[in-house]
Nanobody, 126 residues
Framework: QVQLAESGGGSVQPGGSLSLSCAAS????????MAWFRQIPGHGREFVAA????????IYADSVKGRFTMSRDNTEGAVYLQMNSLQPEDTAIYYC???????????????????WGQGTQVTVSS
């Protein structure tokens, strides 16, 4: 089992940058595939980015490709999301998620992840 805690959210003007962190506690962090999702009120959780376990390949939603960068540090037991060129439509609660069973075809599905953080708010507004 793993516990997740996000940090780093906040408010920024359009075109600005924010960096999110997700610290994982528990054993065997490297055995988990990790992902970022986001959610706005009244909508389901939207896939943002993922890094599968035992892989360095990063998968991004088309809406963030070229602007967001996900990374993981297995030694520290953490994942990060660097968000650049932020736009108002990026406003959401951002969640970190973990799974030790997700397969490649399911990596964008929230239902494939067993563990979730509490979320951190990101607001992009002028």
């Amino acid at each position: 089992q793993v516990q997740l805690a996000e940090s780093g959210g906040g408010s920024v003007q359009p075109g600005g940058s924010l960096s999110l962190s997700c610290a994982a506690s528990g054993r065997s962090f490297r055995t988990y595939s990790m992902a970022w999702f986001r959610q706005i009120p009244g909508h389901g959780r939207e896939f943002v980015a993922a890094i599968r376990r035992y892989s360095t390949t990063k998968i991004y939603a088309d809406s963030v490709k070229g602007r967001f960068t996900m990374s993981r540090d297995n030694t520290e037991g953490a994942v990060y999301l660097q968000m650049n060129s932020l736009q108002p439509e990026d406003t959401a609660i951002y969640y970190c998620a973990a799974s030790d069973t997700v397969i490649l075809s399911q990596v964008r599905a929230p239902s494939a992840y067993q563990y979730w953080g509490q979320g951190t708010q990101v607001t992009v507004s002028s």
